[in-house]
Antibody, heavy 121, light 108 residues
């Protein structure tokens, strides 16, 4: 059974860089030929797509975050990562990693449990 | 971007009743690329419906989705206690993919 697990610091200082990793188990990122993504949910609010990456490394970002976001993939470790620079309190959120069911234009069919990130000095 | 508006914001119903949740898009959703997710407190979202009307694996048949273009509906025919949660719609037919703000389905 495919499982995704987010990891990373729970507290980041303003203006610094947020870095999270999603570890995939129960399957190989390369063999699944899927897209993978990051989504976040600020406290008490809805969901926001951050970006997606294919196993080849092709990336797609939300225009609102594009200038600060980098998503990368390490197929040898079955992991993909999120980097968000120059964070502010507005970046405080529950961050999820997820797998898309097929191509880029597909729904998320498998989610991690999420990891809380708080931006505060 | 394609903005999704869900209504009502909160729906209060009793177990056994029928729930109807709506999602309206600011632009037509390509190829009915619309999904519904269920989220319970402290949990990740769970896929309920994709392609506007296809049930995800393991979702009971009391859940159904319909709609096309800009108007979509999630219906739950007979509410069970485990169905009370927040439901989000999401369009994935254009980038950026966007989510609605959610409908909270609560026990009356």
């Amino acid at each position: 059974q495919l499982q995704l697990q987010e990891s990373g610091p729970g507290l980041v200082k303003p203006s610094e860089t947020l870095s999270l990793t999603c570890s995939v188990s129960g399957g190989s990122i390369t063999s699944m030929s899927s897209y993978w993504g990051w989504i976040r949910q600020p406290p008490g609010k809805g969901l926001e797509w951050i970006g997606s990456i294919y196993s080849s490394g092709s990336t797609y970002y939300s225009p609102s975050l594009k200038s600060r976001v980098t998503i990368s993939i390490d197929t040898s470790k079955d992991q993909f990562s999120l980097t968000l620079t120059s964070v502010t309190a507005a970046d405080t959120a529950l961050y999820f990693c997820a797998k898309l069911s097929g191509g880029f234009y597909s729904h998320f069919d498998n989610w991690g449990q999420g990891t809380q990130v708080t931006v505060s000095s | 971007e394609n903005v999704l508006t869900q209504f009502p914001g909160t729906l209060s119903l009793s177990p056994g009743e029928r729930a109807t949740l709506s999602c309206r898009a600011s632009q037509s959703v390509s190829s009915t690329y619309l999904a519904w997710y269920q989220q319970k407190p402290g949990q990740a979202p769970r896929l309920v419906i994709y392609g506007a009307s296809s049930r995800a694996i393991g979702i009971p048949d009391r859940f159904s989705g319909s709609g096309s273009g800009t108007d979509f509906t999630l219906s739950i025919s007979r509410l069970e206690p485990e169905d009370f949660a927040v439901y989000f719609c999401q369009q994935y037919g254009s980038s950026p993919r966007t989510f609605g703000q959610g409908t909270r389905l609560e026990i009356k």
